[in-house]
């Protein structure tokens, strides 16, 4: 099992659709999680950190599962700019990024 | 604008070359990170420096030989590369702390795209 997993995708949404990624790890001392958005050829971005209480920021909401041990990207109203690779990223007693879940926002 | 500088941007190397990447940050930021990403696939960690001191080295080739000069800079010393190490290197910092390194937001450069012939 991978340290890290996402759904590769693609996710095809229409504008204004609502999307959700998931996350799973595998490590369960893992301490730190973040999303990340990474456009074709250009460096990862911070989208959000994720909290145990979950955290909602503008059309974006992160949710953490530390019983199941899956984080979850919940992006409302898509926009033809939210169309990059959604990366989730775990610290545990390493630093792992999943292999990121691609997403096409169609107008 | 990202806030991480990465230089430079692209380099193409033959394989007995030496060369050298650099990353500055004037953020404050206590812990720097080198990733390699190849196409279509997420980062790799390779080297994580916290104030100032190799943290972490993800078993990593001899011929990547990287260096914190100062807490604002890191350099990635290449030597004797591969056709295979051709990809994307990413530097990063995100601030270190009590917490340590890799359980704050980072900040990526834009990059350097290494081609060995």
């Known amino acids: 099992r991978k340290e890290v997993e996402q759904d590769p995708g693609p996710f095809n949404v229409p504008e204004g659709a609502t999307v959700a990624f998931n996350c799973t790890y595998s490590n369960s001392a893992s301490q730190s999680f973040f999303w990340y958005r990474q456009d074709c050829r250009k460096e990862p971005k911070l989208l959000m950190s994720?909290?145990?209480s979950g955290n909602e920021d503008g059309r974006f909401t992160a949710q953490l599962n530390r019983a199941s041990q899956y984080i979850s990207l919940l992006i409302r109203d898509s926009k033809l700019s939210d169309s990059a690779t959604y990366l989730c990223v775990v610290r545990g007693i390493k630093l792992i990024f999943g292999t990121g879940t691609l997403l096409a926002v169609q107008p | 604008d990202t806030e991480v500088t990465q230089t430079p941007k692209h380099l193409v190397m033959g394989m007995t070359n030496k060369k050298s990447l650099k990353c500055e940050q004037h953020m404050g930021h206590r812990a720097m990170y080198w990733y390699k990403q190849k196409a279509k696939k997420p980062p790799e960690l390779m080297f994580v420096?916290?104030?100032?001191?190799?943290?972490i080295n993800e078993s990593v080739p001899s011929r990547f030989s990287p260096e914190c000069p100062n807490s604002s800079l890191l350099n990635l010393h290449l030597h004797a590369l591969q056709p295979e190490d051709s990809a994307l290197y990413l530097c990063?910092?995100?601030?270190?702390?009590?917490?340590?390194?890799?359980?704050?937001?980072?900040?990526f450069g834009d990059g350097t795209r290494l081609s060995i012939l």
């Open positions: 990063a910092s995100s601030q270190g702390g009590a917490s340590g390194w890799g359980n704050q937001p980072q900040h």
């Open positions: 420096y916290s104030y100032e001191k190799l943290s």
């Open positions: 994720v909290y145990s």
